[in-house]
């Protein structure tokens, strides 16, 4: 398994050309599910854990490794499938999501695959608002199951979602009634989230599923307007993995528009890390916040909005 994780830092080049790798796993049975490599710390066959009282029955206990305590979440139950039963034959995949460091308990970890955006698609349509994908994907004949880790997040520690009364009344220059934010984000969850945490401050929102949704959109606009839409959308807000196009690319394809260009950007995701600092200044997006903490996140429209 190390050796399957050794090269993952030397795949930053894939980032930024509308690419990714996936660390395919199962939970039961023969069913193909991914996840980001880029979310991934390290993989390993599940260790010892300590029970954790009070915690929801999908929290399997706590992981110490090397001095550090990790939660680690059943990611077949805490989906509506049946409970992983055998720990000694499962692995814990170490993730990075909004800020915290947890673990992820799974069946079986296959192999890691590369793949292009292009080529993860939204879910199927019809599929409810019960389901916990974000995207699904072919790879060699089969179905891949990409799971909505914000929804998962929100039903077993769910966060504040409400913006402070200070920031709230905080004075901003811009008059918010005649301009929209574009939110692009592939989880119903964190759209959700933004729409709220800007609704609460008189921003309309429109939202969006993925990129290229959200190229489309502006592109729309743009016809609509006639040239710059600056002054009607000043801002995007975008996740960086999304279905058909990610953040970084739908970044550099408005940066490069003379009808787009002018508006703001600022990347909003739960991938964190320096390595995100650095791709915001490759693309030119203005901002990168990690996913998800309201008040930052509304503080930084006013300051963008306020932006001539």
Not at 29 to 45: T, W, Y
Not at 87 to 103: D, F, M, P
Request: charged share 25%; aromatic share 6%.
């Amino acid at each position: 398994m190390s050796k399957l994780m050794a090269s993952v830092n030397q795949r930053t080049n894939l980032v930024g050309n509308n690419r990714l790798e996936l660390l395919l796993f199962r939970l039961h049975g023969s069913q193909p599910f991914g996840i980001n490599v880029f979310k991934v710390r390290e993989v390993l066959q599940c260790p010892e854990l300590t029970e954790m009282p009070g915690a929801s029955a999908h929290v399997r206990g706590i992981a110490h490794l090397r001095g550090v305590p990790v939660m680690v979440i059943d990611l077949s139950q805490a989906t509506g499938g049946k409970r992983i039963e055998d720990l000694s034959t499962s692995y814990v995949l170490v993730t990075e999501y909004n800020r915290h460091t947890q673990g992820f308990l799974v069946n079986s970890v296959d192999r890691i695959v590369n793949t292009n955006w292009d080529q993860i698609l939204p879910p199927p349509k019809g599929a409810g608002a019960g389901h916990y994908l974000t995207a699904v994907t072919e790879i060699d004949g089969k179905l891949v199951q990409i799971i909505d880790v914000e929804k998962v997040f929100s039903e077993i520690t769910p966060v504040n979602e409400d913006v402070s009364d200070a920031v709230k009344t905080k004075a901003s220059n811009r008059d918010f009634k005649d301009v929209i934010v574009l939110v692009a984000d592939d989880s119903a969850v964190a759209r959700n989230q933004v729409k709220r945490a800007l609704t609460s401050i008189g921003i309309q929102v429109e939202l969006v599923n993925d990129g290229k949704l959200a190229l489309d959109w502006l592109n729309a606009k743009a016809a609509e307007l006639g040239g710059d839409i600056s002054s009607k959308v000043p801002l995007l807000i975008s996740d960086i993995e999304m279905p058909e196009m990610d953040g970084y690319t739908l970044t550099a394809e408005i940066k490069s528009d003379p009808d787009l260009r002018n508006m703001h950007v600022v990347l909003h995701s739960s991938l964190s890390g320096v390595f995100n600092e650095a791709m915001v200044k490759k693309v030119g997006a203005d901002q990168f916040i990690a996913k998800f903490h309201p008040d930052e996140l509304v503080s930084a429209v006013q300051k963008w909005m306020s932006e001539e």
